[in-house]
């Protein structure tokens, strides 16, 4: 039996947990934009597709960052439609807001901080809304899900993208197991490292985990995502589920633009990173360094795979 008590504890905890992740982001924003807008610009434009946005629609971006998605989206609208982005990270709105500034689409975007499990909108606001690499971050997604089902109109498309692999017999499946086997070969002889399993495993063993948890705790144990997406919009009365795989294989040149990456898009390597002490901060770069410039030195590869489920439903 829960009692009050431990339900107080919790709702403190998830909340420190959601400002702590969204606060980590605000000293890496200009690395996060550059790696986004490298390794994710091929995601937006399927997820409209699948959510077949309208130039005249009022739509929501959820975990918005710096704006990929919603800026990709405020292009393809006419005078009357309007996308708003939300996310917990000042860091993040600030530059989404410069972007559009910049672009001349200050008026159709609004980027405002807000909790996706609590939006501050009134029911059936939105035609759509999409959320790309987000769903992640919460520490409790039904939530969010149902947050997306109250304020999306009856009809309208929710478009999620969560990291994943794909379907085992999926075409995607098939080129991601061959490539899969011919990494394991390549790291049994000290030839390849990968984004951001890498970093991971050294801040595991050098830093422990810290008393408030990196990373949401729905997210541990799961690497395919697209079954435990499609259950969470089962639950909260989306119908007509749909899903579809996309995913990058990218080769990186050096170790120091390894380190980057892995410190911008690792939330576990960069709270644990930021906590600890100068010189376990700087033991472990070492041996970052070391390690991938052993692997250069054997002609072998550093390497960030990234795959996304996008997964569509309807509010009925």
């Known amino acids: 039996m829960t009692t009050g008590f431990s339900q107080a504890s919790t709702r403190v905890h998830d909340k420190l947990f959601k400002l702590g992740d969204a606060d980590s982001y605000n000293e890496v924003v200009d ?82 901080k807000m ?62 197991m061959s490539r899969r086997i011919t990494s394991i070969i390549r790291r049994l002889a000290g030839r390849e490292l990968a984004a ?40 909260a009365g989306f119908t007509d589920i749909d899903s579809t795989w996309r995913g990058q294989y990218s080769i990186i040149e050096s170790p120091e633009e390894f380190w980057e990456l892995q410190m911008t898009f690792s939330s576990l390597a960069r709270i644990r990173i930021g906590q600890a002490e100068d010189s376990v901060v700087d033991g472990l770069k070492n041996e970052f360094i070391s390690t991938c410039e052993g692997v250069l030195a054997r002609k072998g590869r550093l390497v960030y795979q990234s795959g996304a489920a996008i997964i569509s439903a309807v509010k009925p």
């Open 31 to 112: 690395l996060f934009d550059k790696y986004t807008e490298q390794f994710t610009r091929h995601l937006p434009a399927p997820m409209m597709a699948m959510a077949a946005v309208q130039a005249n629609q009022c739509i929501l971006d959820i975990g918005t960052g710096t704006g990929i998605v919603a800026l990709e989206v405020a292009r393809s609208l006419s005078e009357g439609g309007r996308i708003v982005g939300i996310d917990l990270s000042d860091g993040m709105l600030a530059t989404a807001r410069a972007k559009a500034e910049k672009e001349g689409l200050a008026e159709q975007t609004e980027f405002l």
């Open 115 to 176: 909790d996706a499990e609590a939006l501050q909108f009134e029911d059936n606001a939105f035609d759509n809304v999409l959320s790309l690499y987000a769903l992640r971050h919460f520490p409790n997604p039904e939530k969010a899900v149902a947050e997306m089902h109250r304020v999306l109109k009856p009809g309208g498309s929710v478009v999620v993208a969560v990291g994943s692999r794909p379907e085992l017999l999926s075409r995607g499946g098939v080129v991601a």
């Open 196 to 235: 951001c399993e890498f970093l991971d495993q050294l801040v595991n063993q050098h830093i422990p985990e810290i008393v408030n948890s990196d990373t949401a705790h729905w997210t541990a144990d799961r690497h395919g995502f697209t079954g435990s997406v499609r259950g969470l919009l089962e639950s």
